[in-house]
């Protein structure tokens, strides 16, 4: 089978770093996504990461350790904007490779 | 301009009534998905569909049946709708399938309430 956790909530302040984890346990694993959800709207692409390592992109990066089924996504200069959902998602080798295997998601809330 | 379009945004409808949800991609994309977002905002798999054939179906009620007249539309079709249907439906779009590392593109969602 396949188990994704993420952080349920967290609270961080406007202007600072916020690091969102991510582990997976699932077997042929390929890659990781990290999407955007902001309330109400539809998931939105961040990053994707295949090989170890962190992969970085303006505010926000993405890293991942296959070895260690683990995956963060961190968020610089936080900005108000940046509250929502955020959504761990993998994907795997057989049968099913088209699949996304959503988390449960990570809902942050930044404050002023 | 809009890249994934679903209609409607919104349905509200009766149990046991019969409805469709509506999604097209103007992305030029091979493979279309159903997602189902329930009220703790858990995001899951319905259907996939590759060049008009179905290539992944999760276990799904059959009362669910997906339709691709075509590649750039992907249509999912509720028969005698349940209360535990009432979700938020989403569906996404990507040049090949996701194992390979493409991007799936979100529609806007259609939120389904059965009364």
């Known amino acids: 089978g396949q188990n994704i956790d993420q952080p349920t909530e967290m609270t961080a302040t406007e202007g600072a770093i916020v690091q969102i984890n991510c582990t997976y346990q699932?077997?042929?694993?390929?890659?990781l996504f990290w999407y955007q959800q902001h309330a109400g709207e539809a998931p939105t692409f961040l990053s994707y990461?295949?090989?170890?390592g962190l992969e970085e992109k303006g505010r926000f990066s993405s890293f991942l350790s296959r070895s260690k089924g683990y995956s963060y996504l961190l968020l610089k200069e936080l900005q108000m904007k940046d509250s929502a959902s955020y959504l761990c998602?993998?994907?795997?080798?057989?049968?099913?490779?088209?699949?996304?295997?959503f988390g449960k998601g990570t809902k942050l809330s930044v404050k002023p | 301009d809009t890249a994934v379009s679903q209609t409607p945004k919104y349905l509200v409808t009766q149990m046991g009534n019969d409805k469709s949800i509506k999604c097209e991609q103007n992305?030029?994309?091979?493979?279309m998905y159903w997602y189902k977002q329930d009220s703790k905002k858990f995001l899951k798999i319905m259907f996939s569909?590759?060049?008009?054939?179905?290539?992944i179906n999760e276990t799904v009620p059959n009362r669910f049946s997906p339709k691709s007249p075509d590649k750039a539309h992907l249509n999912l079709h509720i028969n005698s709708l349940e209360l535990g249907d009432s979700a938020v439906y989403f569906c996404?779009?990507?040049?090949?399938?996701?194992?390979?590392?493409?991007?799936?593109?979100f529609g806007p969602g259609t939120r389904l309430t059965v009364l």
């Open positions: 990461n295949v090989l170890d």
């Open positions: 996404a779009s990507s040049h090949d399938t996701s194992g390979g590392g493409d991007t799936q593109y």
């Open positions: 992305l030029g994309h091979d493979t």
């Open positions: 699932t077997s042929g694993f390929n890659g």
């Open positions: 998602a993998v994907t795997r080798y057989g049968g099913s490779q088209g699949n996304l295997i």
């Open positions: 569909y590759n060049n008009k054939e179905l290539i």
